[in-house]
Each structure stands twice: as structure tokens, then as C-alpha cells.
């Protein structure tokens, strides 16, 4: 397994949970990453994005200000700080390899990513 994300678990409304993203990847550090996400019934939707460095991120105005991304290039991870959460963030939650190295509007598009992992579910209720 290439991506293998966990951390997902049921939490109550305004509560937080932290998802993490192990890639065993020997060419991690040279590309971007980023997270989407897969409600029942819904198309998959962008949730974040980082550059290969760490030092640009992108986030979908549904999580702004709520959810943070971030990367340890040295131990091959990505994670995902979710606060505040809402029942609408219930998903599915993939993270992915983007073919390019930064972070751009770009970002949100699934075409850009060309390695995929199995998703972790959250669930947040009300």
C-alpha cells in the first residue's frame, strides 16, 4: 500500500480529530499532496492541499479556518487537524499524491492527483 490514511472515528459536533496520511513513497518529498473527501451519495470534493515543501497550502472554503494540513517530509506524512466539526464533514477521507509540487487553485481538481489511498471514515454527529 503506497498511501495508507487513518484517524477517522466518530466524534461530536464541534469536536476535532486528527487524520494522518503514511505514504511509502521513496519520491514523497518531491511532490504535493492533498486531501478530498466522499460523502454517501456525493462526488468526491477537495478538502486541502500542500506543496512538497510544506510552505504553500490550499483549502476549500467549506474548511477554512477549521481544518489544517500539514507534512513530515522526514517521516513520510501528511496530516489533517480537523476542529470545529460539523455533521456535513461526515465523508469519506482520501489522501492523494498530486503530479505537481505546489499548491495552487489547481490543487482541487482530482485530475491532478495520480496515486490515491483507501479512505478513513468520519462520522460526526449532531
Known amino acids: 500500500v503506497q498511501l495508507q490514511a487513518s484517524g477517522g472515528g466518530l466524534v461530536q459536533a464541534g469536536g476535532s480529530l486528527k487524520l494522518s496520511c503514511a505514504a511509502s513513497l521513496r519520491t514523497f518529498r518531491s511532490y504535493g499532496m492533498g486531501w478530498f473527501r466522499q460523502a454517501l451519495g456525493k462526488e468526491r470534493e477537495f478538502v486541502a492541499a500542500i506543496s512538497r515543501s510544506g510552505g504553500g497550502t490550499v483549502y476549500a472554503d467549506s474548511v477554512k479556518g477549521r481544518f489544517t494540513i500539514s507534512r513530515d517530509n522526514a517521516k513520510n506524512m501528511v496530516y489533517l487537524q480537523m476542529n470545529s466539526l460539523k455533521p456535513e464533514d461526515t465523508a469519506v477521507y482520501y489522501c492523494?499524491?498530486?503530479?505537481?509540487?505546489?499548491?495552487?487553485?489547481?490543487?482541487?481538481?482530482?485530475?491532478?492527483?495520480?496515486?490515491w489511498g483507501q479512505g478513513t471514515q468520519v462520522t460526526v454527529s449532531s
Open positions: 492523494a499524491r498530486d503530479r505537481r509540487q505546489t499548491a495552487t487553485p489547481d490543487s482541487s481538481k482530482t485530475g491532478t492527483y495520480d496515486l
